[in-house]
């Protein structure tokens, strides 16, 4: 029998819900007759840091230690009666536990407040047309917010919400800053840590531990987990991977790192743990382990094993919550940008759809790396049999979709499968904004259940995204929004800036399309990212063929990725940052959109040299021509009831909004009462054979075109 395994995620990832690894896994192991278990200690420590208890122990600290303190600090210290008596009913508010609560909140003065608060002025737009739940969730995450600045103050200077000392891990090539942060006297979070640590060694007794470990804010958090296994459980062997490990850790060569942990696997998990749990149980050995780093005579050695193959994502299994307290989680708000919303609001179950990228090209991303290289989709039966799955064992009917860029097709079978098994789910997910994403296909995954979508418009620019390889152009970008804010979902863009060659006038340019973006009401959310030329992507392997130098970190043994470089013929890309975020900030809430540029950014810029019109013009353009291979399906109802009149007749249609009706000759409802609602999704060609008369003709008619509103959608 082989070793109980217990997967961590260590601090901290997010307060809303559960990072998805240690569920795939975990999943996948018990599938195979493992003892396996999770758990996710950021959110535990900050379910310790935010109790009464954690309270009391932060003010017993002010109250020992001779430092001095800042206004804001000593104004939370100041209320903290307040704090204690008001912090065990918010953390259950935010559990949506206790949702009567947000009465009292709303009223101001419930609620000790502090720095945080002021960010209201700046918000009331938005608050005035909130409800009082969300009204009440916001002042929630800003009490909460408050706490979380006098912790970094007083406690723990590496704490963050959703990271922990994520400076010290980003581009750590040496492992130098991790052993001199592991050194510190442990803080009170460490110590918390710890015991919530040993709580889940007793409980789950496990011999071998997992640190799943996705970003650089939970690098140290897993060092300071497996330092405390190694002096108090040293029998307990420890595997690290994860996303981070899968990026940074791919040249791993300091021995030190081996003081800590026992092993370190890249990339998929499964088949790496399956072999590691063999080696462990003396049914394998070393040369057996896959993709694995171990330490070998003081050196340490890189185990490909390519012989043993990885799981395809078919056979994983449903990933599993099992062991995770899914009610515990918090749902905080932010108001700003309505995409990060989603993010940190409610609790979503998260597949994945299709391993890696089907497009795998653009030249700023890690398209050398398996995570995005190696393109493998699942059927849709097989995934919306998991969502049934999950739904069943959470209760639990939003999903997030946690692909790079989920493919048009695949969302449009998952979209039909959901809708023919007439499952209620809520999902969003990642695209690329290409062209197969058409207004039709936007209603079908709406109705099914898409709420949002985000995508790369990235430098918003024609040159640059051909050089970086998108695949799309603005135009293409502008129309592909455009469709799906018509069917009611929401569009959030990845914003880039600062890509090698990229002059001031391309960036005021890509300002201006974002711009006219908003203004025509085809974005609701977005981002803008300084561009990051990471070790993996074609960028950072090639930098002479995009004209920009590659000018440290020098590598030392440790973490690889973000690389620094010149970029000798852009602009001074840093200066932007400011008046880009500022701007996106406003218009994001219908806010300065006819203001010119220079208002946004305080040191000269270009005029745009894009028309005013431009984005307009892009949407104005033909749609796509219907063919006879084109599929079809209907959304539009039942037909419910209909009304003579001679050789025509007016059919209703039952939708939840109102009857839809349409005027058509007699033959053509005789048609649609054997065919609708095409649910075997057919070929007009097939359709064609049967239909009275010329069906391509008649979908371009008045009539067709009507039908095509109500429901009529061809794919
Ligand atoms: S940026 Fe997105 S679309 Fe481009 S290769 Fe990477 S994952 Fe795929």
Not at 296 to 306: A, G, W
Not at 379 to 404: C, K, S
């Given at each position: ?16 819900t ?22 996710d ?14 309270l ?6 002010l109250?020992?230690?001779?430092q ?14 307040h704090?204690?008596?008001t ?19 709303v ?18 737009w ?8 969300d ?15 006098l912790?970094?103050e ?6 963050g ?21 592991l ?19 007793s ?6 531990i ?11 958090g ?74 070998s ?17 078919a ?54 790396l ?24 959470t ?56 709420i ?5 418009l990235?430098?918003a620019?024609d ?8 695949g799309?152009?603005v135009a ?24 090698p ?14 711009r ?22 074609p960028?950072g ?15 030392d043994?440790?973490?690889?990725n ?19 975020h ?10 300065g ?21 431009l984005i ?25 009831d ?14 939840p ?24 999704y ?16 008649f ?9 095509r ?7």
């Amino acid at each position: 029998m082989a070793a109980p395994i217990l997967f961590i995620t260590p601090p901290f990832t997010q307060l809303n819900t559960p990072y998805p690894a240690t569920a795939y896994l975990t999943g996948y192991l018990r599938q195979q007759g493992y003892v396996a278990h999770q758990a996710d200690l950021g959110l535990e420590v900050t379910l310790r840091l935010f109790s009464k208890q954690g309270l009391e122990q932060i003010f017993h600290h002010l109250d020992q230690i001779d430092q001095t303190i800042s206004e804001n600090a000593f104004r939370i210290y100041s209320l903290k009666d307040h704090y204690l008596r008001t912090i065990t009913p918010v953390i259950q508010f935010l559990q949506n536990k206790k949702p009567t609560l947000a009465h009292l909140i709303v009223e101001r003065g419930f609620l000790p407040e502090a720095s945080r608060f002021q960010s209201l002025q700046d918000l009331a737009w938005a608050f005035g047309h909130m409800g009082i739940q969300d009204k009440a969730r916001h002042l929630a995450t800003l009490y909460l917010e408050d706490l979380g600045d006098l912790v970094r103050e007083v406690i723990d200077p590496h704490f963050g919400f959703t990271r922990y000392a994520e400076r010290i891990a980003r581009a750590a090539s040496s492992f130098d800053p991790i052993l001199e942060a592991l050194d510190e006297p442990p803080t009170l979070l460490v110590h918390w840590l710890e015991a919530c640590l040993e709580e889940k060694i007793s409980q789950f007794a496990p011999e071998v531990i997992g640190l799943s470990v996705p970003f650089p804010g939970n690098v140290l958090g897993a060092f300071q987990i497996a330092a405390y296994v190694k002096k108090h459980h040293p029998k307990i062997k420890i595997v690290l991977g994860g996303g981070y490990a899968n990026t940074e850790l791919r040249r791993l060569a300091d021995p030190r790192v081996f003081h800590y942990l026992d092993f370190v696997t890249l990339d998929d998990g499964e088949a790496p743990i399956q072999q590691l749990m063999a080696y462990l149980d003396g049914q394998a050995t070393t040369k057996d382990l896959k993709r694995t780093f171990h330490l070998s005579q003081d050196r340490v050695v890189y185990q490909v094993n390519s012989k043993v193959q990885d799981i395809p994502l078919a056979e994983t299994g449903t990933p599993t919550y099992a062991d995770l307290p899914l009610d515990q989680y918090l749902s905080v708000m932010e108001l700003v940008n309505p995409m990060h919303r989603l993010w940190s609001d409610g609790r979503w179950n998260k597949l994945t759809l299709a391993h890696g990228c089907y497009w795998g090209k653009c030249s700023f991303c890690d398209v050398s790396l398996d995570y995005i290289s190696r393109y493998e989709p699942v059927q849709a039966e097989i995934l919306v049999n998991r969502m049934e799955e999950m739904i069943q064992e959470t209760g639990e009917y939003g999903f997030h979709f946690v692909d790079e860029a989920a493919p048009p097709a695949l969302l449009r079978d998952v979209a039909l499968e959901i809708i023919r098994r007439n499952l209620t789910v809520v999902w969003w997910t990642n695209i690329r904004f290409e062209k197969n994403f058409t207004y039709d296909l936007a209603r079908l995954l709406k109705r099914s259940g898409c709420i949002a979508l985000s995508g790369g418009l990235e430098v918003a620019s024609d040159r640059l995204l051909a050089r970086m390889k998108k695949g799309v152009t603005v135009a293409q970008v502008a129309r592909v929004a455009h469709d799906f804010t018509r069917a009611g979902i929401m569009v959030h863009a990845y914003l880039m800036y600062g890509f090698p060659t990229q002059t001031e006038q391309e960036t005021i340019d890509s300002w201006e399309v974002v711009r006219q973006m908003f203004l025509e009401g085809v974005l609701q959310s977005g981002f803008w990212h300084q561009f990051a030329m990471t070790a993996h992507s074609p960028v950072g392997l090639e930098p002479a063929a995009y004209e920009v130098e590659t000018i440290g970190p020098v590598f030392d043994g440790f973490a690889e990725n973000d690389l620094f470089h010149e970029d000798p013929n852009g602009a001074n890309h840093d200066q932007f940052g400011p008046g880009l975020h500022r701007s996106l900030f406003n218009f994001m809430q219908g806010v300065g959109l006819e203001e010119p540029v220079s208002v946004w950014f305080d040191f000269p810029v270009p005029t745009p040299s894009h028309p005013p019109q431009l984005i307009s013009e892009f949407l104005s353009e033909e749609p796509t021509k219907i063919k006879l291979t084109d599929r079809c399906f209907w959304i539009g109802g039942n037909l419910s009831d209909t009304n003579e009149d001679g050789e025509w007749v007016e059919i209703i249609f039952s939708h939840p909004l109102q009857e839809e009706s349409c005027w058509v000759p007699v033959d053509i409802l005789e048609w649609l009462e054997l065919h609708l609602p095409f649910a075997n999704y057919p070929r007009l060609s097939e359709l064609q054979d049967h239909f009275p008369g010329d069906l391509l003709g008649f979908l371009n008619s008045e009539t067709g075109s009507r039908l095509r509103e109500i429901g009529w959608l061809i794919l």
